[in-house]
């Protein structure tokens, strides 16, 4: 993403003190309202984590009621599917990629930025100075395709140290202590007592849970 977003995520700055006054009118002809200008681009909104949802709901009723699809024309939260696994089962939940963001793609003029900026839970445009700053296009090319691409991640309940069982495979209903977690292979190692000797088993993370 572009430096001025990786910044703000990386250094936890608050983005409310970011909110951007609203553009100045562009002087000269203004853009034709036909939904193919080449003004339109991606710009960041800010809003409370955990609320990019509500935000987008209530963002798309504005657009509808206000009669600006014209100017603005899609809203998209960047997600990636994480799949959790709790005492052996699998749940397949979505989880946003950039907590606390939500992209517009939109005509920025006095009319759409009140649109957005006055959507209730919004705190602000991310920008560099007065002005919302656009993600160039490869930027906004990266994030739909990390989106589309990606596979889902793992999320997994116990940790290194925990006592799990095993519930499925040759060694079901052993007890034993997690000695590794591999996310990326998608694997758990865990020692079990067989035959009085210490034995490491790699297991799928769906064969074993909390004991």
Same mark, same amino acid.
């Given at each position: 993403?572009?430096?001025? &977003?990786?910044?703000?995520?990386?250094?936890?700055?608050? &983005?409310?003190?970011?909110?951007? $006054?609203? $553009?100045?009118?562009?002087?000269?002809?203004? @853009?034709?309202?036909? /939904?193919?200008?080449?003004?339109?681009?991606?710009?960041?909104?800010?809003?409370?984590? /955990?609320?990019?949802?509500?935000?987008?709901?209530?963002?798309?009723?504005?657009?509808?009621?206000?009669?600006?699809?014209?100017?603005?024309?899609?809203?998209?939260?960047?997600?990636?599917?994480?799949?959790?696994?709790?005492?052996?089962?699998?749940?397949?939940?979505?989880?946003?990629?950039? @907590?606390?963001?939500?992209? *517009?793609?939109?005509?920025?003029?006095?009319?759409?930025?009140?649109?957005?900026?006055?959507? $209730? /839970?919004?705190? /602000?445009?991310?920008?560099?100075?007065?002005? @919302?700053? @656009? &993600?160039?296009?490869?930027?906004?090319?990266?994030?739909?395709?990390?989106?589309?691409?990606?596979?889902?991640?793992?999320?997994?309940?116990?940790?290194?140290?925990?006592?799990?069982?095993? *519930?499925?495979?040759?060694?079901?209903?052993?007890?034993?202590?997690?000695?590794?977690?591999?996310?990326?292979?998608?694997?758990?190692?865990?020692? *079990?007592?067989? %035959?009085?000797?210490?034995?490491?088993?790699?297991?799928? %993370?769906?064969?074993?849970?909390?004991?």
């Amino acid at each position: 993403m572009s430096d001025f &977003l990786n910044d703000d995520l990386s250094d936890g700055k608050d &983005l409310t003190e970011n909110a951007t $006054p609203a $553009p100045q009118e562009a002087q000269g002809s203004q @853009p034709e309202d036909d /939904g193919s200008n080449d003004n339109r681009n991606w710009y960041v909104i800010h809003c409370y984590s /955990g609320y990019e949802n509500k935000v987008r709901k209530n963002l798309e009723q504005r657009i509808e009621t206000m009669g600006m699809k014209n100017k603005i024309f899609e809203v998209v939260i960047p997600t990636q599917e994480e799949i959790e696994v709790r005492d052996g089962k699998r749940r397949t939940v979505e989880r946003h990629v950039f @907590p606390g963001y939500v992209l *517009v793609n939109m005509i920025l003029e006095e009319d759409s930025w009140f649109v957005v900026r006055n959507t $209730p /839970g919004v705190t /602000g445009f991310v920008g560099m100075g007065d002005e @919302p700053t @656009p &993600l160039r296009s490869e930027e906004m090319a990266g994030i739909l395709r990390r989106m589309e691409n990606e596979a889902p991640t793992y999320k997994v309940t116990y940790k290194q140290g925990d006592r799990v069982r095993i *519930v499925d495979g040759p060694f079901n209903d052993f007890r034993g202590i997690v000695d590794e977690i591999n996310m990326e292979r998608s694997k758990i190692r865990v020692m *079990v007592n067989f %035959f009085g000797r210490e034995t490491p088993v790699e297991l799928d %993370f769906l064969q074993v849970e909390k004991a």
